[in-house]
């Protein structure tokens, strides 16, 4: 037994630097949220008073709340438009036959591998041109363009999961294509599709680059752009608190979204890695 | 070559081994069903990168400066003439090669030993998978404020651990060192994963049966585990990499590129958004754009990594 | 009559491959007849089931069915339905709605679909497991289940491509027994690929061998078994294997290692119309030995007798199997080496020991001599450059086709 209760006792230790690896940068910013301005630099990693001003001051801020409104619009958009097109595109890298099948594939990751700073600049000239900076279209589409390669490599993966027999026996049932895709194939891709949906929802959400360089005003700029811009409650308040609070009310969503369904996303970016 | 194609789960699809010669009425409708279904995905990338890249070259070739609209003009190859005899461009040159290399050494370690960790941990193993998951989905630019605040003398909790009146975001080589560390804890997670997924695949019984042969753990995982994950690794590596080399988000939020911190992307913002200087904006991209390749040429051919899904067509 | 389903001469040939996967295919499947194909893996069984089925083109030659050329035709316009290796269940639906699914897409009237589906369930005693989910049933139930989904339509033929190879041995019999039962219940023609050449003995009307695409015999099992056509089909039906031993013709005898065999005369006027060679391979199959001792003194002078050392002997009950040592040229020929190497058998019994099985009431132990007879009339004679039997059925009446060995590589 001593034996058991060593291997035990490692593994929890081990788990305890995990826990704390990932945790302590997120309870750190949580603290500062909750530090009045008097307290917020005194350096300390509990704090001593609790308030919920800065919470309350953001909420005020007509910048923020509207930034919040773009942010989940924009992510929500981009996301749903990127899994369909990338659905469709998985589907036929992974079942079909084609010429230029391995092209489409290679030019499809080369773009994922791409410094996005590289195409921002013709890219804010072009909308600059057209007239969709600091729009929501203006961000939405090159949301779906780079979460695009995410999405079909992760959504392939998935479709290469489903016996190819299945779809057979649809045809020898008297399926047509798409009756076999809608009655077979995609309720089977279902666990799939909702994780890519998550994973290029958290990209959308987390983007700053393209956020701050096709934006201008509060029309469109996202919440990682308003962060990035606050100044506190005037001119000489330290931001520290309010952009804590900002910080809180962006992750928490997106942190207990990601813990629900761990399951389903570690399974996802695992086989997607390992058919690869 | 085995002619019963169709006789496990996972085998070909029909249209697969179709021989090239008269296209037959199934293939043709086959074709024509990918195309469709390919096309809205295609005219998406192609028209929102297409267009970029090449206009951006395009730009790259002129002299486009918007504090000086009168001199808007072609001037050939003199962007990037600029450029690479900038000292400015050379030091964000090294500076991202030292936080690429710096960063993805570490982040393998780590994540190796996460991987690790994931896979065989005995207790808590789903709470441990779901809290590696959390640095992978805090917005990068939270997670940077969260690094930047820690280290700020005064504020910060980590800054109180240094001696008084150390601000390492202040000096280069320490605002270099607390960038990594920035970026190791935001991006192992998801190596880790990558990773994990390879350590999968090693056969428990190969294992076992070195233990018996009487290999240690540490040669079990040298000469048994990382072989056989060796794919697994590089394609870790080969994405890890392209990744570091743009790091963009994390400078940004923490020194606004200040104190010698700017990397070869901040200075194609700089350039682009605060000079407003599109030629040499763009020369920088272009440039940014040829390393990346060429990186991810190198992987391939030298290391052997497969682009994954192309590779995973030839395995039917 | 209108033959139910027509493969004439059909050829499959993936990427312009020399030799083609499936070579020339001529076969009349008869209605209501259960024709099963088999043979090693890699032989082409399962591609020309699945281009009958549709689900691969036919590269040239004519489909048939029902007299109509159906070659250009999608799966679900022929009317076939397919039960497959690993049972394709839709993991998503309930046994109910898998046996449904078929029906729904025909756009059957939701009432009639209940009835249908209840009364095939009930079948296949499957009307308790209607509500569960594929993933909740055992192998079997799995396979009753993908079996009722191709009944309910009543389609024109039901192909089966190696339903039941997933299951155990025990429950592979009953199933065997199930689709035999099914099938004569509905009197649909059957298409059935199998490796397995017991499971083809036992549940075919008509047998057809198949070895690298090409077809090598076609019959009723009996005569396949009395009968093979050549010598992979003899070393393929029956198990035991037959005996392959070299064997020399000379005058009125076949000199072999176990000893001369006489020939009646129209043996020997069949052997010299059939341009036997001299040297020759002789096939006896275990079946045909018994212990000497246990011979009837009357018989036995009919017969040809040996001494030969038993290196092993499994005693099963009724009968014992001696694996007799052979002294003697270990001579094996180009042909006996790719049978041997297409169907996975180390050496085929003959080269360097025989398979003989004796009765059970033999005395034969292991490594002891022991005396063994044989009747020299069931022996077959093959020619050992291309394998062909030179000792045809007499009269033959079920042959439809008989096949000259391609020489497709095996896999």
């Not at chain 3, 005569?223 to 029956?238: Q, S």
């Amino acid at each position: 037994m001593g034996a058991g209760w060593a291997r035990k006792g490692w593994w929890a230790i081990a788990d305890i630097v995990i826990l704390g690896y990932a945790l302590v940068p997120v309870l750190w910013i949580v603290s500062l949220s909750f530090k009045p301005l008097s307290s917020v630099n005194d350096g300390r990693f509990i704090p001593a008073e609790f308030t919920w001003s800065n919470y309350r001051q953001i909420f005020q801020i007509a910048s923020f709340v509207s930034a919040l409104r773009n942010s989940i619009g924009i992510a929500l958009i981009a996301t749903g438009l990127s899994v369909v097109i990338g659905t469709l595109a998985a589907y036929a890298i992974a079942r079909l036959s084609f010429p230029g099948k391995k092209l489409l594939v290679g030019v499809t990751l080369l773009i994922a591998m791409f410094p996005p700073i590289s195409l921002v600049t013709p890219l804010f000239d072009i909308e600059r041109t057209i007239g969709l900076v600091d729009t929501w279209p203006g961000l939405i589409l090159p949301y779906i363009t780079f979460s695009l390669p995410l999405a079909i490599y992760t959504l392939s993966a998935f479709f290469r999961e489903i016996p190819w027999e299945l779809e057979k026996a649809a045809q020898m049932d008297g399926a047509t294509p798409f009756q076999a895709f809608h009655s077979v194939i995609l309720p089977l891709a279902a666990p799939g599709v909702f994780t890519t949906a998550i994973l290029v929802f958290i990209f959308c959400w987390n983007d700053f680059l393209f956020a701050v360089s096709l934006t201008t005003t509060d029309a469109s700029q996202t919440t990682t752009v308003a962060i990035a811009q606050f100044s506190g409650a005037s001119e000489f308040t330290e931001p520290t608190g309010s952009i804590s609070a900002a910080a809180v009310v962006l992750t928490i969503p997106i942190i207990s979204f990601v813990l629900l369904f761990q399951r389903r996303i570690v399974t996802g970016l695992t086989t997607g890695a390992i058919k690869g | 070559m085995t002619t019963t194609a169709q006789s496990d789960a996972h085998s070909a699809a029909p249209g697969e081994g179709r021989c090239r010669g008269p296209a037959s009425v199934r293939a043709r409708s086959e074709r024509r069903l990918a195309a469709l279904l390919c096309a809205p995905a295609v005219l998406v990338i192609l028209a929102v990168t297409g267009y970029p890249i090449g206009y951006a070259i395009y730009l790259s070739l002129e002299r486009f400066d918007l504090r000086f609209p009168e001199q808007h003009g072609f001037i050939g190859l003199a962007n990037y003439g600029a450029v690479l005899s900038s000292g400015y461009w050379w030091q964000a040159f090294a500076i991202t090669v030292i936080i690429t290399v710096v960063s993805v050494a570490i982040e393998f370690v780590i994540a190796l030993a996460l991987a690790l960790a994931m896979h065989r941990t005995i207790i808590g193993r789903g709470l441990v998978r779901a809290v590696v998951l959390i640095p992978y989905s805090i917005v990068t630019v939270v997670a940077s404020y969260s690094w930047q605040y820690a280290w700020t003398p005064g504020k910060g909790y980590l800054a109180a651990l240094l001696p008084e009146g150390v601000a390492p975001l202040t000096s280069q080589v320490t605002a270099i060192a607390v960038i990594v560390l920035a970026e190791v804890w935001k991006t192992t997670p998801f190596m880790a994963l990558l990773l994990l997924a390879g350590l999968a695949l090693v056969p428990e019984d190969l294992l076992k049966a070195a233990a018996m042969d009487g290999a240690g753990p540490w040669q079990r995982l040298t000469r048994v585990i990382l072989p056989i994950m060796k794919p697994a690794i590089l394609v870790a590596l080969l994405f890890r990499t392209l990744d570091a080399f743009r790091v963009f988000d994390v400078i940004y939020i923490m020194t606004r590129g200040s104190n010698g911190t700017e990397s070869v992307s901040m200075l194609g913002y700089d350039n682009l958004f605060i000079g407003f200087n599109f030629g040499i904006g763009s020369a920088i991209s272009v440039l940014i754009f040829f390393i990346v390749m060429i990186i991810a040429v190198a992987f391939v051919t030298i290391f052997g990594v497969a682009a994954p899904g192309v590779q995973a067509q030839e395995r039917r | 009559m209108v033959a139910a389903i027509v493969l004439n001469q059909v050829t499959k040939r993936f990427h312009n491959e020399e030799p083609p996967a499936v070579q020339k295919v001529d076969l009349e499947i008869a209605d209501g007849e259960f024709v099963v194909l088999v043979g090693p893996s890699g032989c082409g069984k399962s591609t020309t089931l699945n281009m009958i089925a549709g689900l691969e083109d036919i590269t040239s030659g004519e489909l048939r069915i029902d007299g109509e050329r159906v070659n250009e035709w999608a799966p679900k316009d022929r009317n076939l339905a397919m039960v497959f290796q690993s049972y394709a269940l839709y993991p998503h639906m309930t046994v109910r709605e898998n046996i449904a699914f078929p029906l729904k897409l025909a756009r059957v009237r939701r009432s009639i679909i209940e009835t249908q589906v209840v009364d095939t369930a009930r079948k296949l005693d499957l009307a308790d497991l209607l509500d569960r989910k594929p993933a909740t049933l055992s192998g079997g139930q799995r396979q009753r289940v993908a079996m009722a989904r191709a009944i309910v339509r009543k389609p024109r033929a039901f192909l089966m491509d190696e339903p039941l190879s997933n299951l155990d041995a025990k429950l592979r019999v009953q199933m065997q027994i199930l689709v035999s039962q099914v099938q004569k219940d509905q009197g649909v023609t059957t298409v059935y690929v199998t490796h397995d050449q017991t499971e083809a003995m036992r549940l075919g009307d008509r047998v057809v061998v198949l070895r690298g695409g090409v077809v090598q015999q076609i019959g009723a099992p009996q005569l396949l078994y009395e009968h093979p056509a050549n010598v992979f089909v003899a070393g393929f039906i029956g198990s035991p294997a037959m005996n392959l031993l070299p064997a020399r013709l000379e005058h009125a005898a076949l000199r072999c290692v176990v000893g001369e065999l006489p020939l009646s005369d129209q043996m020997r006027r069949t052997l010299e119309a059939a341009g036997a060679p001299r040297d020759v391979i002789l096939g006896v199959r275990p079946e045909h030995f018994e212990d000497a001792a246990l011979v009837k003194p009357g018989i036995k002078q009919q017969g040809v007798t040996f001494t030969a050392r038993a290196m092993m002997v499994e005693s099963l009950g009724p009968d014992k199997y001696a694996h007799l040592a052979l002294d003697g040229e270990q001579a094996s020929t180009a042909e006996l080496e790719r049978l041997a190497a297409e169907t996975g058998t180390a050496d085929v019994p003959g080269a360097t020991h025989l398979v003989t099985r004796l009765s059970g009431a033999s005395a034969a132990t292991q490594g002891e001599k022991v005396h063994v007879w044989f009747d020299p009339d069931h022996v077959q004679v093959f020619d050992p450059a291309d394998g062909r039997n030179l000792t045809p059925a007499p009269g033959a009446p079920h042959v439809t086709q008989v096949h000259r060995p391609g020489t497709g590589t095996p896999g």
